[in-house]
């Protein structure tokens, strides 16, 4: 008689809705049994569902953690020094520094297509890496982003070159090599750098035009002066 209130109990507790009089204790147990189970696949399907969701949601987390970094890196970028008469060449090693804070990248830096200016982070950057940006400036401006690559005695797991083009010219290029956490250079890790590459270029171009008007204004005649002054 315990057994058989035990199993009536259960299965009030389980919610089933069988009239337990018409069975006999054995029936009931093999009920239960099949119930139990079937609760049971159902429980261990649930958890595996919330585990997805869980890896999910982490997914999105992370997602939308890199894409805070990243707008709080190009935000920081712009914010850099809102002068007129700044030298290019005095914030570059800043401006790749907030960059890099995000990409997380061994190797980056910029070279002026001059030649006549160059900056790594990193000082023990190969000279290779710097020979292929040399190599880069001759040819026309344009994005380069590959994976394992052969750069004379260098190999780099990634690389990732971006033009300085502005409106007075094209000024140089910035070189990212060798992602540390990642095995490419996403699309917000392009985003962010195409951001420098503008910023640079906006600080190139306003130092061009300092330089012109300057030189203009040295070598203005008394005829020129009278015509911008009544312009001005």
């Known amino acids: 008689m315990e057994i058989r209130k035990s199993l009536e109990r259960a299965f009030k507790l389980l919610g089933i809705g069988e009239n337990t009089?018409?069975?006999?204790?054995?029936?009931?147990?093999?009920?239960?049994?099949?119930?139990?189970?079937?609760?049971?696949?159902?429980?261990?399907?649930?958890?595996?569902?919330?585990?997805?969701?869980?890896?999910?949601?982490?997914?999105?987390?992370?997602?939308?953690?890199?894409?805070?970094?990243e707008l709080a890196s190009i935000f920081e970028i712009f914010q850099i020094s809102t002068r007129v008469d700044v030298n290019p060449r005095d914030l570059i090693v800043k401006l790749l520094e907030t960059a890099n804070n995000s990409i997380e990248a061994e190797f980056a830096g910029f070279v002026e297509r001059s030649h006549e200016f160059r900056v790594f982070l990193n000082a023990r950057t190969p000279e290779d890496i710097a020979a292929l940006a040399y190599e880069y400036l001759k040819g026309e401006p344009h994005v380069v982003i590959r994976e394992n690559v052969r750069i004379k005695?260098?190999?780099?797991?990634?690389?990732?070159?971006?033009?300085?083009?502005?409106?007075?010219?094209?000024?140089?290029?910035?070189?990212?090599?060798?992602?540390?956490?990642?095995?490419?250079?996403?699309?917000?890790?392009?985003?962010?750098?195409?951001?420098?590459?503008?910023?640079?270029?906006?600080?190139?171009?306003?130092?061009?035009?300092?330089?012109?008007?300057?030189?203009?204004?040295?070598?203005?005649?008394?005829?020129?002066?009278?015509?911008?002054l009544l312009l001005e």
Not at 39 to 60: F, G, M, R, T
Not at 213 to 221: G, I, Q
């Open 153 to 228: 005695a260098t190999f780099v797991n990634t690389l990732m070159m971006v033009p300085v083009v502005g409106s007075k010219g094209f000024w140089g290029v910035i070189i990212f090599a060798c992602k540390k956490r990642a095995p490419i250079f996403t699309s917000s890790d392009r985003k962010l750098v195409e951001a420098l590459a503008q910023r640079l270029a906006s600080l190139y171009d306003t130092q061009a035009y300092a330089v012109s008007y300057t030189h203009l204004r040295a070598h203005e005649t008394s005829l020129h002066l009278v015509c911008r």
């Open 21 to 69: 009089s018409e069975f006999s204790d054995e029936e009931l147990a093999k009920i239960l049994a099949e119930k139990v189970e079937k609760l049971v696949d159902e429980l261990e399907s649930y958890k595996q569902q919330l585990e997805a969701s869980a890896i999910l949601l982490d997914s999105h987390v992370e997602e939308l953690t890199r894409a805070y970094e």
